[in-house]
């Protein structure tokens, strides 16, 4: 049997390749949507790709189930659970097999054995794997999805906070407890291959170890300590990190299907700062990929900054409009990175480009923006010279944060400027500086010019001046 993990970091996604080396047959479990390593791992293992399986209808990134399909004519195993809300869409064209709980398939010398896991999705299933080329006839290990990961499960109330399906987060904690109460049974040595790890917004602790153990879960993950529902569904709902804004948008494509990638547009050069200016004053959205520093130091007014970094695939996520146009100012030697990133969160539209660096270069006028100490903000916030703006989630904001701040999530912000006071100097304020930077150039995009960005954020302010 041949195991391979992939990880995507841009997104925390895990991914895995099964394979019977004896009849070369190979499935891929929950796939990105580049299946390039894919296909060169196929190549180089001499396997024939003959499946796709998903263990849910993902919320946070764009499967690459029908490009499996598309490619090399692969089976998607889908998930026939849950009510008819939950069902996918649009594969009757498709070569697929809905599973259901206790349904068994085989892969060459694999059998898969489909295990009905609700909690976080009401039609979320795993995959127990047994590999029948030798004298084994038990399960080996399970492939959970969003279901267990390590140190922690999948978050039950996406259906509610992003795909605006009310009623179902307290319904979906009652389904975990129950699905934990059975994932409780399993043999301890039984391994867990999850679909996620540390930075996923589909838990609030994951660990940054790519696999785990059943037994090992039971002994140390939080959510299998409890054995009284009520308490447990408190914990599981309290603290969850607000769930990015395109995970809507993801849920909807992932159940009813999207193009392939070969046939999406492609990226067209912008080459005069003219042209540029004329998009951005007509209301089109222009994102410089550059770290916060180059870009604070100088930037094509009107422009918003998101770093091309392990944290853009969030951030996009949140702050591109999927209905417009999108521009990119870029390292002409990242683009097919971003826009592969871009497309694994569904961003499929028309993309424009320039060069960054050229761009910048030829530009007579840049705006920038400050960047102030803890100190300094501190002497205009107590001389009444100053408002701030705390743009961390809801749960760094409770757990403290500067008196008087006022509280906007920077993912929300570009909705809720209206909320803003603009009668002085705007001190905006996260964490540790990165994500204030970020919500600076939206809000000077957006007519905000006497705003700050306060340096190293919350963090060095409780240190320096020991609050």
Known sequence: MLLRYFYDENLAH??????????????????????TAYEELAAKENLNIVGALETHIHADFVSGSRELENRFGAKLYLSDEGDADWKYQNIDQLHHQLVKDGDQFKIGNLVFEVMHTPGHTPESISFLLTDRGGSADKAMGMFTGDFVFVGDVGRPDLLEKAAG????????????????ERFKQLPDYLQVWPAHGAGSACGKALGAVPSTTVGYEKMFNWALQYDELEAFQKELLDGQPEPPAYFAVMKSVNKTGVELVKDLPQPQEIKSVDELKKSIANGEQVVDLRASASFGNGYIPGTLNIPFNKSFANWAGWIVDYQKPLYLLVDPESLDQVVNVLHSIGVDGEIGYSDVSKLIEETEELDSYQSISAEEAKKRIDAGEAN????????????????????????????????????????????????????????????????????????????????
């Open 165 to 180: 399906v009310e009623g179902t987060s307290k319904a979906g904690a009652k389904d975990m407890f129950k699905s934990l």
């Open 14 to 35: 895990a991914s895995y390749v099964v394979g019977c080396q004896v009849t070369g047959e190979a499935v891929v479990v929950d796939p990105m949507r580049n299946i």
């Open 388 to 467: 701030v703006l705390d743009v961390r989630n809801q749960t760094e904001y409770d757990e403290g944060h500067i008196e008087g701040a006022n509280h906007i999530m920077i993912g929300t912000l570009k909705k809720r400027l209206d909320e803003i006071p603009t009668d002085k100097t705007l001190i905006v304020q996260c964490q540790s500086g990165a994500r204030s930077a970020i919500a600076t150039s939206i809000l000077k995009a957006n007519g905000f010019n006497d705003s700050v960005n306060l340096s190293g954020g919350y963090a060095k302010w409780k240190k320096e001046l020991s609050i």
